[in-house]
């Protein structure tokens, strides 16, 4: 009997200290901080990519997607025990990725970004005033954070929120250099389980380079309205993924206009091309063989043949694939996690050999 009071004590206890709940002493509005990886600042709407009243063409869906935060992230410091983040949005994209709707928040350690907790919206979405925590329990410090925003999110304001802190202020980015990475759903990050498990923000983690993300799921044709707004980015660099979403005929047709834009309006600024991947569906099914393999061939093709005629422009072949027998994929066509990661190495050396040539300061 003695044993049971204790234990029941024991839990009565501990039940107060369970349920407290975290006492949120500042927020401030994520693009009141420092806010990375945008190509346009000018933007109504500080979390929209693209301004869609500016440039014209889109079709619905592509609005949308303009609109969309992804690759956006926020760099901060703050002393806090715990970090948190308020969200009000206009629509986000129903599937069950929780990198859609969610923030992905990674801390400075011993000179690395190492991940440190990670929230959605998937729950409770319709009350803007909950706040979400991402970690909780942090040593008492500074620390030096970089927070992914969703997506396929719509954002109106987000708040990011800390506990047991004095402060929350912008911290100055450590990226140098801005690369422009454009492509299909494989650089919007498609099918990842957290916003920063794309590729091109997987390798602002490890470059130290700042990605501009411009990945448009299904809807990356090298499309003239596309390249309207290209023109007008200014980078260091710019990366494509042109052979993932149109057909061969599309390819043909639109590669070489596409690229003498890009070359007309950033000269002297390497241009680098991507073949698309290996598609784990072509294992089997011989359709995809011949449209997939047709496309890496065509590819191969005209870019031996542009890559003579401009020394601006490169080609390189990433892969995503485990080559091991196991499925590096989370449906056939996108990559996981792992997938990206494999495909961020296999590109990592190509492009810093190539950005070297033009600027000393990258290691």
Known sequence: MKKVLFIVCVVLMYLPLHAQKLE??????ASDLNLVGKAFYDTPNPYHRIDT????GFTREENMQCRCAAGLAVLFTTDAEAIGVKMDFEQANGDSYRSYRGFDLYIMKDGKWLWAGMTDFSVNHNNKDAIHTIVKSMAPGEKEC???????TDIKSCKVCVAGASHIEPMESPFKHKILFHGSSFTHGISTTRAGMAYPVQFMRRTGLQPITLGFNGNCKMQPY???????????????????NPNIPMIRERLRPFLERMVKAHPGKPIIVQRTIYWEMENF?????????????????????ICKEYKDIYYIKPDAALHNGESSTADGVHPNDNGYSIWEKSIEKPLLKILRKYYKDIK
């Open 24 to 29: 949120w002493k500042l927020e401030v509005e």
């Open 53 to 56: 009243c500016r440039f014209k």
């Open 146 to 152: 970089l927070l992914y925003l969703p997506l396929y």
């Open 226 to 244: 596309f390249a309207d707004v290209l023109e007008e980015i200014e980078a260091d660099a710019y990366v494509f993924d042109p052979f993932s």
């Open 285 to 305: 099914d011989t359709s995809a063989q011949k449209e997939f393999g047709g496309r890496r061939d065509l590819a191969d093709s005209l870019m031996s043949a």
